[in-house]
């Protein structure tokens, strides 16, 4: 109240100083300040379209056909899926004055109305701004690869950085190296990583530039090769070969080997000995499957005692079977393509199982055979038109691996016992 009159007594004076009649009625209208916006979020539901959100939040057909529009410059609205927030910002009883779509972590999607109506809606996309980085990383394994001492740029990794970087290196060295099996105590490597970072310091996208792995004496090297931009990615060492084979050494990342190959096994079940005729990893109810090699599904579902399967065709009269899952993966059915190491379903106990794993099987000429006696050729080589530029880029990466030391065990001293002298004779 005292600086509404403050404020009276300043327009008094301003009317006398032009000569007005201050006995004159003064009235000071107050303009209203309309309330804040209000804004709701709702999660995009199983089965729910975009128009159901908009008609739920009271927008007309009308304007839904404009916003819809609008939204496809952007993205299809079909590709919006289950777990999307929508943000309605709006006024009381009023109608929404902005639309916020959370596309992904990396895109948000503005609707806003013309200033004449809400029946035009334009959009605008903001996308988050990341920073490029590189960083270098080594470790020296313990009993595992998680259980590594680390050296490097550590304090820079993200929240679940190093595991993701982990499952790299056991993609890229996973043609040389069976990480469930021989791994040993002091194994170790260093890389160089390319980073994509959030401003939150999250990971938008990163990828190993360069590698090495000394894995009981044999000292591996990795260096990530692209032809074009729409050549696929390869791994190749030092000399241009490809570390990549025909088949993945097995179907799982990081689990243990339960059961191999036995042409007299004791069935656990059935409690009587007969062949396994295939390989068993134990592993979790839902850790994701990956074929070991590029092929067409011939079989996709319920298959007698093989529980939920799927097996694939190969090149050369080959197979692979991966039964006993819980579920199959989006798309995998009879006669799709699946390429190497794509998730083709997931770990269960279903069929003649007496817990999780997943039962691995690999056929020649339509006969079950012990895959770890198997030798496959590997990728071909770096063709020689690109050899220049592989060298190039092979010198820079192992250049910047090089500027970290590959870890090696800490050794202590051993005390020297003191050297004792006898007098010479006189």
Known sequence: ?????????????????????????????????????????????????????????????????????????????????????????AR???????????????????????????????????????????????????????????????????????????????????????????LRKHDAYRLVVAREVRPDKSIRSSMVLAAEFRNNGRDLSAIRFQRSDTARVEYYDEDGEALRGEFLL??????????????RRFHPVLRQTRPHL????????????????????????????????VEIRHANELRTRYAHLSGIARGVRSGARIEQGQVIGYVGSTGLATGPHLHYEFLQNGRQVNPARMDWPKADPVPDEFRELFIATSDFALLQLGSLSMPTVKTTPIAQPAQSYKAAPR
């Not at 916003?67 to 289950?82: D, F, L």
């Not at 990341?130 to 740029?153: C, F, H, K, M, Q």
Request: glycine residues 8%; contains cysteine; hydrophobic residues 40%.
């Open 1 to 89: 109240m005292f600086q509404r009159r403050k404020h009276a007594a300043a327009v008094v004076g301003i009317v006398l100083a032009f000569g007005c009649d201050a006995s004159e009625e003064m009235k000071l209208v107050e303009v209203p300040t309309p309330p804040a916006p209000l804004t709701v979020v709702h999660t995009l539901e199983s089965g729910e379209t975009l128009a159901d959100v908009f008609r739920r939040y009271g927008l007309s057909a009308n304007q839904i056909v404009e916003i819809v529009e609008a939204i496809r410059k952007y993205e299809s609205p079909r590709r919006m899926r289950p777990g999307m927030e929508v943000q309605f910002a």
């Open 278 to 309: 295939g390989v068993d990893y134990g592993a979790a109810r839902g850790v994701e499957v990956r074929a070991t090699g590029s092929g067409r599904v011939t079989r996709a579902g319920s298959w007698g005692t093989y529980g939920t399967m």
């Open 92 to 182: 009381p009883k009023g109608p929404p004055i902005r639309i916020t779509l959370q596309l992904d972590r990396d895109r948000t999607l503005f609707l806003l109305p013309e200033s004449n109506g809400t029946r035009i809606w334009n959009a605008r996309l903001d996308s988050v701004q990341v920073i490029r980085d590189t960083i270098l990383l080594a470790g020296l394994i313990d009993s595992n690869p998680y259980d590594s001492e680390l050296s490097g740029d550590v304090d820079k990794l993200a929240p679940g950085e190093f595991h993701e970087i982990i499952f790299r290196l056991s993609q890229i060295f996973g043609w040389q190296i069976d990480f469930r099996r021989d």
């Open 250 to 263: 097995a179907p799982l990342d990081l689990a243990r080997m339960t059961s191999g190959f036995n042409l």
